[in-house]
T-cell receptor, first 112, second 113 residues
């Protein structure tokens, strides 16, 4: 079974803090994704990575950066957290041979 | 541009059938997916259908695809309270080098005991 894990289920940070969200997958998947999910807006893609050290902007990259130093790990970084980044963050991965994405359990981030 | 539309809410009584509908715009999509998200959890793949099929059945789930109208539906027979969740429709991307699924905004299914 594919497993995608995220470092925290719940996180509370203060405005202006630097925040790291970690995602790890155990199936040697090439592609990894970060989404945020907000009520009424569905899933919006922040960034994705198609290989180690490779990244592409998604639909809403502003205020975020990412890092992929190892194939199994994809990090989302909020350089200076703001209250409008309070959201549920979902990580996903997929192989290069299938479009199906496997999701982690999500991190609910609150910025106060 | 690409878009996937779903109604936001559906409420059914326990034991009834639920039908969740989705329309998509990209006629060249090869696969269409249904994902389920239970409260506080990530998305879990429920089922998918290849674009050359018009129906797929898997236990209580039936997926119908009308490619001409670009309409996809998910029918859940004998709906249970454990089926209460948000259901997302998604289509495959097109174009070389494209990696993203396009998701609808999700339909929240509430099952009344």
């Amino acid at each position: 079974d594919v497993k995608v894990t995220q470092s925290s289920r719940y996180l509370v940070k203060r405005t202006g803090e630097k925040v790291f969200l970690e995602c790890v997958q155990d199936m040697d998947h090439e592609n990894m994704f970060w989404y945020r999910q907000d009520p009424g807006l569905g899933l919006r893609l922040i960034y994705f990575s198609y290989d180690v050290k490779m990244k592409e902007k998604g639909d809403i990259p502003e205020g975020y950066s990412v890092s992929r130093e190892k194939k199994e790990r994809f990090s989302l970084i909020l350089e200076s957290a703001s209250t409008n980044q309070t959201s549920m963050y979902l990580c996903a991965s997929r192989t290069g041979f299938s479009y199906e994405q496997y999701f982690g359990p999500g991190t609910r981030l609150t910025v106060t | 541009g690409e878009d996937v539309e779903q109604s936001l809410f559906l409420s059914v009584r326990e034991g009834d059938s639920s039908v969740i509908n989705c329309t998509y715009t990209d006629s060249s999509s090869t696969y269409l997916y249904w994902y389920k998200q239970e409260p506080g959890a990530g998305l879990q793949l429920l089922t998918y259908i290849f674009s050359n099929m018009d129906m797929k059945q898997d236990q209580r789930l039936t997926v119908l695809l009308n490619k001409k109208d670009k309409h996809l539906s998910l029918r859940i027979a004998d709906t249970q309270t454990g089926d209460s969740a948000i259901y997302f429709c998604a289509e495959t991307p097109t174009g070389a080098g494209s990696y993203q699924l396009t998701f609808g905004k999700g339909t929240k299914l509430s099952v009344i005991p």
